[in-house]
C-alpha cells in the first residue's frame, strides 16, 4: 500500500525548532527529520520542483551547503545538470566570486566560470531564505554567467527578516513560511 503524497503542512510539522542553537535568541529550524523520513524528503522535492518538468530547467543551482540536498536531488528529478554554489575559497576551478552582507562584515560565494552556458534555464535552490544576502549573491553570479533564472525556490522562509527584499526581480517561492 503506498501512502499519499505528503502536503507542505506535513513537512512544517516534521522540523524541529531549536531554541538558542547556535547561540542565545536563535531558533533554529532544524530539517533533519525531513531528511530522514523518505516520503517527507522526496515529498519535499516534489513540490520544490512542481512547476517544472524534465526538460524545462537545464540547470538546478544549489546554494552551499544544505542547498545542495535539496538542489542535487531536484536536478536528478527534472534531468538537469547540477551546480554547486559554494563558499568562497572551496571550489577547485576557476571561479567568479560574489560579496553579500553580514551583520558584521561580509562573506563571499563563488561558482565555477564554466558552470553554466549563457542562456541555461535555472532553478536556484536552498534550505532556507533569512536575511537574503547569500541567495543575491548566488543569483547575481547565475546572472553573471548570462543564465535565466525560472524560479528562487526555498523549503524554509523566515518572513520577518525580510529576505525576499534582496531578491527582487527574481520568481521567489517558498513552501513554508515563518
Do not use: C, W
Not at 541567495?135 to 529576505?163: P, R, Y
Amino acid at each position: 500500500m503506498s501512502q499519499s503524497r505528503p502536503t507542505v503542512a506535513d513537512i512544517e510539522r516534521a522540523i524541529r525548532n531549536i531554541p538558542d542553537f547556535p547561540k542565545p535568541g536563535i531558533q533554529f529550524k532544524d530539517i533533519t527529520p525531513v531528511l530522514a523520513d523518505a516520503r517527507l524528503f522526496s515529498g519535499s522535492i516534489d513540490l520544490l520542483t512542481e512547476k517544472f518538468k524534465p526538460g524545462s530547467v537545464d540547470a538546478v543551482v544549489g546554494i552551499d551547503a544544505r542547498g545542495f540536498i535539496f538542489a542535487a536531488a531536484a536536478a536528478v528529478k527534472l534531468q538537469a545538470g547540477f551546480v554547486p554554489v559554494r563558499k568562497k575559497g572551496k571550489l577547485p576551478y576557476k571561479t567568479h566570486e560574489q560579496e553579500y552582507a553580514l551583520e558584521y562584515g561580509t562573506a563571499a560565494v563563488a561558482v565555477h566560470v564554466d558552470a553554466l552556458k549563457p542562456g541555461s534555464r535555472v532553478l536556484l535552490i536552498d534550505d532556507l531564505l533569512a536575511t537574503g544576502g547569500t541567495a543575491a549573491a548566488a543569483a547575481s553570479l547565475v546572472k553573471g554567467l548570462g543564465a535565466q533564472i525560472l524560479e528562487i525556490s526555498f523549503l524554509i522562509e523566515l518572513g520577518f527578516l525580510s529576505g525576499r527584499d534582496k531578491l527582487k526581480g527574481y520568481p521567489v517561492r517558498s513552501l513554508i513560511v515563518y
